[in-house]
């Protein structure tokens, strides 16, 4: 990111990147993970529960999700009364299934990846009849065959947190991220015609420039035109409103979808969240 060129990735949500030293050339249209944990944590906090525990995979990944959700519940009414690590080579998590249940908080929350995270379920199925509710992160929305084999009554009381990965339009592309592609596009174009030139430190300076505090438009013709009369502009495109931040050239709010899922492990949606920094 250091070589003079603008970049902008549309479905990059690592939180690793946040402060990733890109010398202002690297910008994102999905949100980082940090956002999805504040949406986590967000979602936890509207169940009502008094108490929350958390179970993360212990590695660079899940340590800094887990990080950035403890950050984020400090701020919620929700008690966080247990963060607890658990590792890839271990056989059995029944122990750490116990340990998350320990207090009987309202709420348990799993961070990892398909496979692991998936494991921690089946243990957190298997130690109680009565199960929390349990709040995953996106990587889990892959483990349809754990999911499917789950109880009845744990997977009514499984939910998932991930960015919405469509477009804000109905007549809009569809597909995975698609929308956020498109916008990648849009908003590097109409800062080189806002800066009158293909020189990327000014595209660069401009990129956070047109997507908010200006006039809103939601179509690169209207924002172009808009440009064209040396207008600022806000542009808000087809993944919804793109407020980059001038600072780290990350969305300054984000919509999550949350959804459960049927028999068949499929995912179920419910209201989406928006999440705003």
Known sequence: ANTGVVVCSPMTTA???DGYPDNGFFFRTAPSDSL???A???????????????GYLDDPYGRDLAGSLE?????RTPELVASIGFSGDQDDLSDV????LEDNPGVVIVLGDADDGSRLLTALDAATISPPQIIVNDSNRQARQTIQNLSLLFRDRLQGVAPQSGSSMGDAPSGFFVPHAVDCVNLITLAAM???SDNPVPIRVNMAAVSTGGRVCVTFAACASLVEQNL?????GLSG???????????LRAWFEVFGFDADGNEVYDNPIEVAV
Do not use: C
């Open 15 to 17: 939180l690793a990147l």
């Open 36 to 38: 999805q944990m504040v």
């Open 40 to 54: 986590i944590a967000r979602q936890a906090e509207r169940t009502g529960a008094r108490q929350v525990a958390i």
């Open 71 to 75: 950050d984020a519940m400090r701020s």
């Open 97 to 100: 299934a116990e340990l998350l």
């Open 194 to 196: 806002d800066a009158e």
């Open 232 to 236: 600022g502009i806000d542009y808000n």
């Open 241 to 251: 409103r793109v407020d980059l931040s001038n600072a780290t050239g990350d969305p």
